[in-house]
């Protein structure tokens, strides 16, 4: 599974994680490999672009199978995206 399908599924499931791609994507985007392509279509992403899935798979360039497949797998649920820090 690539790290674009992850991102992508974690991001349309969780809110918090989707409310940081979309303020600061390029922290999101530490440690994950993703081609240019992919870290420009993240770069674009708005709160529209989740309003649906379909309005999703549009915006990432993914089908639907593919978008379906990134929500449903392990990955993109088992944890929260970006870079934590411990304090």
């Known amino acids: 599974m690539r790290d674009y399908l992850i991102l992508i599924g974690h991001a349309w499931i969780c809110m ?3 409310l940081q791609m979309l303020t600061d994507p390029g922290t999101m985007l530490i440690g994950h490999k993703v081609s240019d392509e992919e870290r420009d279509c993240i770069l674009n992403l708005t709160e529209e672009s989740f309003r649906t ?3 999703l798979a549009a915006a990432t ?3 639907m199978d593919d978008l379906r497949t990134a929500i ?12 934590y820090r411990r304090r």
């Not at 449903?72 to 870079?83: A, E, I, K």
């Open 16 to 18: 918090d994680c989707r």
């Open 53 to 55: 899935m379909m309005d």
């Open 61 to 63: 360039g993914l089908s």
């Open 72 to 83: 449903d797998h392990p990955l993109s649920r088992l944890r929260h995206l970006g870079v």
